[in-house]
């Protein structure tokens, strides 16, 4: 996991609002790297890739900025935004099933702020996909499963049986599972949290 600073192209007008919108992303890895996850992020806010121009690590930056007096001025078009990169497989210390959330809820940041923000983000975990509930479960399969069986939680708790998994598969039994932990255990954390 790395933090960094991502500098958006000064001559855009709509670089500061891609930057504000940007801002706070928990990433996951992309085979080509940060800038490549960076506009992927950026075209599923419907904006252009082209915005993000450059990524440095929150080291690199601090130390150019003490170096060099670097300063972020908006009066001549400069707009950043600090973003978390989760390299591939990386499940260790540090990345939370909260982050996680915060990353696949990132569409409904407006929302953070909000009193009611805790019946907004239950209503969003269904609209998760397969491939993303497959994705919280791979990370956090131990917590998961540690969760359900402190909880005497089975499949018939679910509203499943045996023979559900072995004629349909599991997907949905996942999807229950899964949905049921983060609604339980990781939802009133992230509402918790100061916006």
Not at 68 to 84: E, H, L, Y
Not at 101 to 126: C, E, H, T, W
Request: a negative charge.
């Amino acid at each position: 996991m790395q933090n960094f600073i991502v500098w958006m192209n000064p001559d855009r007008e709509e670089s500061a609002a891609a930057a504000a919108k940007l801002n706070g992303a928990v990433l996951t890895a992309h085979t080509d790297g940060v800038m490549v996850a960076i506009r992927r992020e950026l075209k599923r806010f419907g904006l252009g890739a082209d915005l993000a121009v450059f990524a440095q690590t929150c080291e690199e930056f601090a130390k150019q900025a003490n170096a060099d007096m670097v300063c972020i001025s908006s009066s001549n078009g400069d707009a950043v935004a600090a973003v978390t990169y989760l390299e591939d497989g990386y499940v260790g210390e540090g990345v939370s099933a909260v982050a996680d959330m915060r990353y696949l809820m990132s569409a409904y940041r407006q929302y953070f702020n909000r009193p009611d923000k805790m019946v907004i983000f239950q209503g969003a975990l269904q609209y998760l996909s397969d491939e993303d509930i497959a994705w919280i479960f791979r990370r956090h399969s131990n917590a998961i499963i540690e969760w359900q069986s402190n909880e005497g939680l089975g499949l018939y708790e679910f509203g499943f049986s045996l023979s559900d998994v072995l004629t349909d598969g599991c997907r949905n039994v996942l999807r229950e599972v899964v949905t049921g932990w983060l609604h339980r255990e990781i939802l009133p954390v992230l509402c918790a949290e100061p916006t």
